[in-house]
């Protein structure tokens, strides 16, 4: 899919953004993905990364067996990191992080495409929106050991103090959300959650993910 994504069509699809990896399976990331989105996700990321995670012609033979699989279900594909495979891919964007190329060498290599910027605090938050970030990924809201090198969980203050301060783009939380919890990511300010092993270890992804959206829905009908 090609389409330009308005900020109105990204926070919708910002709901809920899985992501996920081979390292965050525990059966084939092919089976994990086509559960979740029967559940009812709404954006995909392939993340690639950690720990015996694929690399070269497995890891691109993986996100192409993916890619074709959100193209179906007419679910974006967004890649982490990996700049060249979303080129080769055409994805509909990419998420990059503070350590990853500079935005704008990462923009003019992927267009209109969409850009994801993970962002922990308002000075990040000011130079990525400045430099053309499409959404931003704010984390970890809560403890998460799914990301190795994660910062602390900062809780969903930082959210509201992005919009306090008026950061009126699409926001994704992340970092250890959960049905439980993400009503109040929701309630903080952020468009939609951002998760990894509450849809990829769940016993049956379907139900979690379908849970997880009306945790999410719920929420937004109350505001
Ligand atoms: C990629 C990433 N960035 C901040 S926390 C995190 C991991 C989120 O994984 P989980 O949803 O399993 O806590
Ligand atoms: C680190 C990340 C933060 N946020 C999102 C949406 N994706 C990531 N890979
Ligand atoms: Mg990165």
Redesign the pocket.
Known sequence: MTTTFTDAKLREALKVYF?MGSINCLKSPVEVLTEAICGGITMFQF?EKGTNALVGEEKYALAEELQFICKKYKIPFIVNDDIALAQTLKADGVHIGQEDDPIPVVREQIGDKILGV?VHNVEEAKIALQKGADYF?V??IFP?T??AD?KPASGVAILTELRMKGYSLPIVG????TAKNASQVIKAGADGV?????ISLADNIVHATKVLNEAIIQNDRKN
């Open positions: 992501i993340r993970s990924g984390g970890p998460t799914t990301k994660a992340i970092g250890g959300i951002s998760v990894i092993t509450a």
